[in-house]
């Protein structure tokens, strides 16, 4: 974690705890300084939208590129239009956040070249099983995906949830499309993949990897 959201979260559990004084004390309420710190509640508030929607950026044209890598193999064969029914929400995810990130100016991920080589060759070489390998990825994706949009919208909503209702509104509208997905991966046959419990649970781990390095790099 870097130094500014690891401030950030010490901050407001002070905050919680009461480990420093109220609010009120100072006779502000959202500008109020940390002065130790150097921060305000808004600069907190602002370090951990930018984190998510960088993060959310990354995650989406990795989602993107598994998909071309998927449709590279298998766009020709009864399961291509599934994938790129998928697909095409994911431009539109990806379009919203790559909006985002200007109006937020949020820098792009350094990593992003690397995600783009990566991204495809797990969506291409889980295809080259078939297409019960391309379902269990998306299953293995959608399924981590989800979850981690769940831990976005909980933080959003601990914070300001009025303040941050529109990219709730983001978050939920994709979270639902992320387990359409998933549950299309499922009803097209994901668990017939070969060593499906482990092939899931290795894309799930690499998903925990890729989500840790794109809140770091
Ligand atoms: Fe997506
Ligand atoms: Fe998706």
């Not at 991920?109 to 070489?125: D, E, H, K, Q, S």
């Not at 981590?144 to 831990?151: D, P, Q, V």
């Amino acid at each position: 974690m870097s130094w500014a959201p690891a401030a950030a979260v010490r901050s407001l559990w002070r905050l919680r705890t009461g480990a420093l004084r109220p609010l009120s004390v100072y006779g502000r309420r959202i500008s109020a300084r940390f002065y130790s710190l150097g921060m305000t509640l808004d600069s907190i508030n602002r370090a951990a939208v930018d984190r998510i929607i960088r993060v959310d950026h990354a995650g989406e044209y990795g989602a993107n590129r598994i998909n071309a890598g998927q449709m590279a193999v298998l766009g020709r064969t009864s399961v291509g239009p599934v994938i790129q029914k998928m697909w095409d929400q994911e431009k539109d995810h990806l379009k919203k956040f790559n909006e985002l990130m200007v109006a937020f100016r949020v820098r792009p991920r350094i990593l992003m070249p690397f995600r783009n080589v990566v991204g495809f060759a797990l969506g291409a070489g889980t295809a080259l099983l078939g297409k019960e390998g391309a379902m269990a990825c998306t299953v293995a994706v959608e399924e981590s995906i989800a979850h981690h949009y769940n831990n976005q919208i909980r933080t959003l909503m601990e914070k300001e949830p009025e303040k941050h209702e529109e990219l709730l509104q983001v978050i939920r509208k994709f979270r639902d499309e992320e387990l359409e997905h998933h549950d299309l991966g499922l009803e097209h046959d994901a668990q017939l993949a070969p060593a499906y419990t482990v092939l899931k649970s290795l894309i799930q781990a690499r998903c925990s990897v890729a989500i840790y390095l794109s809140e770091r790099f």
